[in-house]
């Protein structure tokens, strides 16, 4: 498409080229690390995550190793955006944050929910491929056990459930009283589905999109057709604090912000993110720093009593040396910011 032919207001996800500073510059200083997970999330032990510096700070490059160029370019863009801009003011000094669990066996929750120091929601996976749903209900059964009556529990299935399995897995798992169910189906069809379906059938449950904003193409279809009733936002795929702030704000739902399984360094921009918004009705999954065995800045960024204080912590070059990757796969991430730098300024 020609610059004339673009629509007056670019699409939000879409850095603008101007933004893109020369590669020279982004490579400059790179570091990449590869850190140990305490429990196996997304099927993966180790997170690999490529950090880049620039006059503002540091910034995370992180998208998962599957993920093509079209697609980690938005996650570059984020990068640069932590490294070579200012973040928007925060409205809020700091920012409540849910407990994450993975789709452990139910035995493991209560050790799972140790790491959360003072949070009072959780995330609960469910619809992990190879599961049953039984072990889901256990699973948040236990979390339920575990936190009382007055914890907010909520599951994410990652898309994992046809309208058909969503509507009968959540019929089960609303008797353990769920602020919203992430993710139900993969589509945004799907989602406006289930939630007429679950409506017919007087199942209470709201539901919240994520990958239907942050792999879409254009993340407002999911407003414009009333698929959910929340949004998850997420920084990285979004393509920076500004990008992500400014779908939050044109999708006119409540916003949860997310994090992309990120280190401090991520986390922080997150954190950034949610205490921009003006509106902040639930806590945000910003406490993934615990599934880590270990981070980047000399303080983690980890709820304490319940939530995160809004700062930029800074980057520990010991624990960079400490976690360096093998250079092999240095290489490999020096190459794909390369062929993402590409996407960005063609
Ligand atoms: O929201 C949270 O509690 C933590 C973040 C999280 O679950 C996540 C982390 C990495 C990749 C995908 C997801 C997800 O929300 O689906
Ligand atoms: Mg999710």
């Not at 993966?44 to 190793?65: C, D, K, M, N, Y």
């Not at 000094?93 to 003072?118: C, E, F, K, M, W």
């Not at 575990?146 to 909520?154: H, K, Q, V, W």
Request: aromatic fraction near 4%.
């Amino acid at each position: 498409m020609s610059r004339s032919s673009l629509p007056a207001e670019p699409p939000v996800a879409t850095p603008r080229r101007r933004d893109v500073p020369p590669l020279v510059d982004v490579l400059d200083g790179l570091r990449v690390v590869s850190i140990p997970l305490h429990t196996k999330f997304r099927g993966v032990t180790h997170r690999e995550i490529a950090l880049l510096q620039g006059p503002t700070g540091w910034g995370e490059f992180s998208p998962f190793l599957e993920y093509e160029p079209h697609e980690a370019s938005r996650w570059l863009a984020s990068a640069i955006a932590s490294a070579w801009e200012d973040w928007p003011a925060p409205v809020r000094d700091q920012v409540a944050i849910n407990a994450t669990v993975p789709a452990v066996a139910a035995d493991r929750v209560a050790s799972v929910l140790s790491h959360y120091d003072g949070c009072r929601t959780a995330k609960v996976k469910v619809a992990e491929a190879g599961q049953t749903l039984q072990q889901d209900v256990d699973r948040v059964a236990a979390v339920r056990a575990t936190m009382g009556p007055d914890a907010r529990i909520r599951v994410d299935a990652n898309g994992g459930w046809t309208v058909d399995e969503a509507r009968t897995a959540l019929s089960r798992l609303c008797a353990y009283d769920l602020e919203y169910a992430e993710q139900p189906c993969a589509t945004v069809e799907g989602l406006r589905d289930l939630r007429i379906a679950l409506a017919r059938q007087h199942t209470d449950v709201l539901v919240a999109a994520d990958e239907s904003i942050r792999k879409a193409e254009d993340p407002m279809r999911l407003a414009l057709l009333e698929a959910a009733d929340v949004a998850v936002v997420k920084v990285a795929p979004l393509g920076g604090v500004r990008a992500a702030l400014e779908v939050a704000q044109r999708c006119g739902l409540p916003i949860v912000v997310s994090s992309a399984l990120d280190s401090s360094v991520g986390i922080a921009a997150g954190v950034a993110l949610a205490a921009t918004l003006p509106q902040l009705p639930f806590a945000c999954g910003l406490g993934t720093v615990n599934l880590f065995e270990g981070d980047v800045t000399v303080e983690r960024l980890v709820p304490q009593d319940g939530v995160i204080e809004v700062r930029r912590p800074a980057v520990d070059e010991a624990a960079l040396d400490r976690w360096q990757a093998l250079p092999d796969r240095v290489e490999w991430w020096i190459q794909r910011v390369h062929a993402c730098h590409d996407v960005l300024i063609s």
